[in-house]
């Protein structure tokens, strides 16, 4: 696969169908947050489309077709994550790449890379972009580590999310 295949575009209402098949999926499931439900997932990520909001979600396509989602967030807008991280000035992502047939692919390399310069590019206050897996989620690691982001320490992080356990947390700078 070529990157010229891989794009993002923002999130529109009608993409969050796809993503209870994504969140659900075995390789996906056990490192996101268990939402999964329709009603749930609308009321998560229809916020996102409105312009104050300050989570930007995109999806990541092959082709023109959907894969996967990307999103990212400015830390200070979210203050107690900020401070669980304790990394200042920084823009964190998160992302999935849903659709098994394009895992292992190089697709969420390319996504990330792609996000992370946007994301430097559009936000001149950001000095760090933020990624925080989970430990034992060696792919997404491997991801990270390939689109240039460096291992800052692991730890088990205050989250909401009830999947997480020990974190790792990557980032990369301008």
Known sequence: MSNRDTTLRPLKADD???F???FSAPHVAPWW??????ESLQSKYLPCLEPQSATRVYIIQVDQKPVGMIQSY????YPA??????IKNA???DYVVGAAEHIGKGVGTHAIKMMTKMALTLHSDIDVVVAVPQKDNLASKRALE???FALVREAKLESDCPSDAVSAIYQRHR
């Open 16 to 18: 969050i169908v796809m």
């Open 33 to 38: 947050d268990g939402i999964t439900d329709q």
């Open 74 to 77: 400015h830390h200070c807008r």
């Open 146 to 148: 390939k689109a240039g």
């Open 91 to 93: 823009m964190g992502i």
């Open 81 to 86: 994550w900020e401070r669980t991280v304790a």
């Open 20 to 22: 209870s098949q994504w």
